[in-house]
């Protein structure tokens, strides 16, 4: 099963300006929010839907406006204008690992059940977690925990699962978790998610496809269009926020005289919009995420 859509009501309502519209939707996933989107169109209206999982094929809705394209998001630009698309009114997109995902322990996501170490979302790409793991230098392994996990002891780990693989092969889910039994067992659940969160990111290279992604999304976003994005861990919202704020991901923009500087979007809140107790009750993938939706200036 795919998970239930996060903030399914806030996110497709914030989307939505234009019933006869032309909208994407970045993670079809399950078809959650797309089915949503599509009951709020018009029949002149048209979905344009991305998923890189071939999963996600069997959920394919049967709608003469919609099209999936079995894309990577970072190629969202060219994609739309292989459909002769230039400019769209709205693009969402809710990020991070579906609950299909993390439920296929073939899949090799999930630190609760024992799988390969694969953490691909595309399948079909080279880099999987074994490789990265076997493979990386303690050096790269330090960079990728402390980066993409913010572990403080990011070189302590990396050092102890170099020493581990002299020995043997790390190949599944169980074995990475050995390399770390030292942890103690009220620590070991966090510690455990956020080094797999970390290896996911490397394989996957999430934060540069997503900043690839909103560039993009700005780009083919009509002025006055929204922007919707769904994030799950503080990396991808601090991305998205700085996006939203300033059109850029690090540093501080030029100012005028008057120290001011040209936007790129409006918010439509000041602060990210999270979901209602009842929600995270029914739903607890719903717990950490934030919505952040931009009009287009």
């Known amino acids: 099963m795919y998970h239930n859509p996060v903030l399914l009501d806030e996110s497709v309502g914030g989307l939505i300006t ?6 994407v939707d970045c993670t079809f996933g ?21 998923d890189q999982d071939l999963d996600a094929l069997s959920n394919v809705i049967e709608d003469e406006r919609f099209v999936l394209i079995n894309q990577n998001f970072r ?3 060219n994609s739309l204008l292989m459909h002769g698309v230039q400019k769209v009114q709205g ?17 090799g996501f999930s630190i609760r059940t024992e799988g390969p170490l694969d953490m691909r979302m595309n399948v079909m790409q080279g ?3 074994k490789k990265v ?12 925990f402390y980066l993409y996990g913010e572990l403080r002891e990011a070189r302590k780990l990396a050092r102890e699962l170099v020493m581990f693989r002299k020995n043997k092969v790390i190949e599944t889910t169980e074995d990475l978790k050995k390399v770390f039994s030292y942890i103690p067992v009220h620590k070991s659940n966090k510690y455990f998610a956020q080094i797999f969160q970390a290896i996911r990111i490397e394989v996957n290279q999430e934060l540069e496809v997503l900043k690839e992604m909103l560039q993009q999304a700005y780009e083919v976003l009509q002025p006055g269009g929204r922007l919707v994005v769904i994030s799950y861990h503080s990396l991808e919202d601090r991305l998205v926020k700085r996006f939203l704020k300033n059109g850029m991901f690090e540093g501080e923009p030029q100012r005028d005289i008057y ?14 919009i999270v979901p209602m107790q009842d929600e995270v009750v029914e739903n607890p993938r719903a717990r950490s995420a934030k919505l952040r939706i931009g009009i287009k200036l």
């Open 30 to 50: 399950g078809g959650g929010h797309s089915r949503e989107i599509l009951s709020r169109l018009s029949q002149k209206g048209r979905l344009f839907s991305f």
């Open 18 to 23: 234009d019933q006869d519209g032309v909208y």
């Open 91 to 107: 693009v969402l997109a809710d990020l991070g690992v579906s609950s299909h995902q993390f439920d296929d322990a073939d899949r």
């Open 75 to 77: 190629f969202l630009k």
């Open 259 to 272: 120290g001011h500087y040209n936007r790129s979007f409006e918010l439509v809140k000041s602060k990210a």
């Open 127 to 129: 880099l999987d977690a």
């Open 133 to 144: 793991v076997n493979e990386y230098e303690e050096s790269q392994l330090a960079d990728v």
